[in-house]
C-alpha cells in the first residue's frame, strides 16, 4: 500500500497481530453474566480450535460457553462478579 503526498509515493507498513480476533461484547445483568461473540465463518473447524482457550478483554476473561452451528458463532462468557477461575499452563 502506498500514500501520495504531492508526486512522491511513500511506502505505509502494516503489522499483523497475532493472536488477536474481532470480537462483540455483550452485557446481560438478567443472567449475571458478559459474553464475547466471535465469528467461525468455517463453522466448528474454526471453533474447535478455540474450545479449550481463555479470552482476555480489556483485561477480563472469559472462558468458553458453546457456539450456534447456524449463525457461525461461538461465544465466551464471563460473570459479572468477575469469578472466572483459569490457571497458567507452565511447561
Known amino acids: 500500500m502506498f500514500v501520495k503526498f504531492s508526486s512522491i509515493l511513500y511506502p505505509m507498513k502494516t503489522i499483523v497481530l497475532t493472536n488477536e ?4 461484547h455483550s452485557i446481560r445483568p ?11 465463518p468455517r463453522g466448528w ?3 474447535k480450535k478455540l474450545t479449550k482457550k481463555v479470552l ?3 483485561g ?3 472462558t468458553f460457553t458453546g457456539w450456534n452451528s447456524d ?5 465466551f ?3 459479572l462478579d468477575g469469578s472466572v477461575m483459569t490457571a497458567r499452563i507452565i511447561a
Open 21 to 24: 480476533v474481532p470480537v462483540r
Open 71 to 75: 449463525s457461525n458463532e461461538c461465544y
Open 77 to 79: 462468557f464471563r460473570p
Open 56 to 58: 482476555s478483554y480489556e
Open 45 to 47: 473447524d474454526d471453533v
Open 30 to 40: 438478567d443472567v449475571g453474566r458478559e459474553f464475547l461473540a466471535i465469528d467461525c
Open 60 to 62: 477480563r476473561k472469559f
